[in-house]
Nanobody, 120 residues
Framework: QVQLVESGGGLVQPGGSLRLSCAAS????????MGWYRQAPGRQRELVAR???????NYADSVKDRFTISRDNAKNTVILQMSSLRPEDTAVYYC??????????????WGQGTQVTVSS
């Protein structure tokens, strides 16, 4: 069973930085797109950034020029470097991956979520 394990959330002051990491394990054969989504209280889950296995990226307009997504294909890991954080970035951040399993089943998987709180 594929598992996504996230780390790196926490409390940071406005203008600060955080780095989120997500590692996939458990029968991974190919990972196509990896991404980060977030969900604030009372709001729907939204895309933050994603990166395909060729390195092409997409960002939400609200995080462009502040967040950077990258991946290490050898380690099945995706990183979200967040800077110039704002209170409105406060949310639970979820890792997502489109995975081809070694049993040749393809499916999307979610991490458990990590809390990011931006507050003074």
């Amino acid at each position: 069973q594929v598992q996504l394990v996230e780390s790196g959330g926490g409390l940071v002051q406005p203008g600060g930085s955080l780095r989120l990491s997500c590692a996939a394990s458990g029968g991974v054969f190919i990972i196509y797109t990896m991404g980060w989504y977030r969900q604030a209280p009372g709001r729907q889950r939204e895309l933050v950034a994603r990166i395909d296995n060729g390195g092409s990226t997409n960002y939400a307009d609200s995080v462009k020029d502040r967040f950077t997504i990258s991946r290490d294909n050898a380690k099945n890991t995706v990183i979200l470097q967040m800077s110039s954080l704002r209170p409105e970035d406060t949310a639970v951040y979820y890792c997502n991956a489109d995975v081809l399993h070694t049993a040749l089943n393809r499916a999307g998987y979610w991490g458990q979520g990590t809390q990011v709180t931006v507050s003074s």
